[in-house]
């Protein structure tokens, strides 16, 4: 059964940086491309980055040049190095796996960005 699992969210102050980690099982990780969404409330979930599993990545324009995502297929892990976060950055930051047709989901972690 797939699993994902996400770690690393909080509480930050405007300018700081966080580092979002999504552990998977039950998959073959190499082979699936992985992406990360955040739903902010009110608002409809949205795409923020994505690693296809030859490690060629694409972002949201809203987060361009201060998000990196990135995976380690040794440890069934993909990561989301966030700087420079804004307010607007705060919601719930999902991580989700691709399987041929099929998409899982992780159950959330809580971004705050907030003086």
């Known amino acids: 059964q797939v699993q994902l699992v996400e770690s690393g969210g909080g509480l930050v102050q405007p300018g700081g940086s966080l580092r979002l980690s999504c552990a998977a099982s039950?998959?073959?990780?190499?082979?699936?491309?992985m992406g990360w969404y955040r739903q902010a409330p009110g608002k409809q979930r949205e795409s923020v980055a994505v690693?296809?599993?030859?490690?060629?990545?694409n972002y949201a324009d809203s987060v361009k040049g201060r998000f990196t995502i990135s995976r380690d297929n040794a440890k069934n892990t993909v990561y989301l190095q966030m700087n420079s976060l804004k307010p607007e950055d705060t919601a719930v930051y999902y991580c989700?796996?691709?399987?041929?047709?099929?998409?899982?989901w992780g159950q959330g972690t809580q971004v705050t960005v907030s003086a």
């Open positions: 690693i296809s599993s030859g490690g060629s990545t």
């Open positions: 039950g998959s073959i990780f190499s082979i699936n491309a």
């Open positions: 989700n796996e691709w399987i041929g047709t099929l998409t899982y």
